[in-house]
């Protein structure tokens, strides 16, 4: 992961805690870590939450849950999500 | 309707499925489908909701009610069209987030009601609601719908 991706990933781990409100240090967070179900425990509430996040702090919309699936898979994966569709405003 | 337009009380009926005395919504003034809804309600001695007076308390709908009348208008705002036949989807409450309230309506208030819908996934949409009286706002909240999609909704 390059230093810009390092970056972006703790921007998007940052997000996750401020709009879901955890009470947790972006450390916490691993990189490869599922954000729903077993990994991070997030459901499908936050998982609006988080489209919303996205969508105002990169300019990424998730249009649908197929496309959310895969986009939330893990950190990885919302960082490659967000070089690819967004425009880092934050 | 995608315009802001008022909406009478057949519409609030054929939408909503509460009825007295669990209607929360007298009047809608404006409504954007799928946008946003600003309803008024008057609260009255005779609603469920009011907490009658113990020793010096005087009589108050109690909160809940409050959270009640921002659901049936985030419920008005995020409604889609009926489908072939039946009553429009209004969906379900999922989940309240940071309620406030400033203090609490009493008999003869008139609820301005907002409505605005934040945005949706998955069949969730995320609507902010907050209640006024007299141009103060004695309430807010965040109320997440579960509100059943379909192509070519809005």
Do not use: N, Y
């Not at chain 1, 921007?11 to 996750?16: A, G, R």
């Not at chain 2, 054929?14 to 007295?20: D, E």
């Amino acid at each position: 992961m390059s230093e810009d991706d390092k970056a972006l990933a703790l921007k998007i781990k940052k997000l996750i805690i401020g709009r879901l409100k955890l009470e947790i240090e972006p450390e916490e967070i691993e990189d490869d870590q599922p954000l729903f179900g077993e990994g991070l425990g997030l459901d499908s509430i936050d998982a609006l939450e988080l489209v919303l996040g996205l969508e105002q702090e990169f300019a990424v919309k998730i249009e649908d849950e197929e496309v959310g699936v895969k986009a939330f898979a893990s950190i990885d994966a919302l960082v490659t999500f967000v070089k690819e569709k967004g425009l880092q405003t934050a | 309707m995608s315009a802001a337009a008022a909406t009478g009380l057949d519409e609030i009926l054929a939408i909503l499925p509460h009825r007295s005395p669990f209607l929360m919504v007298d009047r809608v003034i404006e409504r954007r489908q799928g946008h946003s809804c600003l309803a008024l309600k008057r609260v009255t001695f005779g609603d469920p909701g009011i907490r009658t007076g113990d020793g010096d308390r005087l009589p108050e709908l109690s909160p809940f009610f409050l959270v009640e009348a921002m659901s049936q208008t985030a419920a008005l705002a995020a409604a889609q069209p009926p489908p072939e036949t039946g009553r429009p989807r209004v969906g379900f409450l999922a989940a309240i987030k940071d309620f406030h309230t400033e203090r609490q309506a009493v008999p003869g208030d008139t609820l301005e009601i907002r409505a605005e819908v934040v945005g949706h996934f998955g069949g969730l949409v995320k609507v902010m609601g907050t209640v006024e009286v007299d141009g103060e706002r004695i309430g807010k909240a965040e109320l997440i719908l579960s509100v059943p999609r379909e192509v070519g909704d809005v």
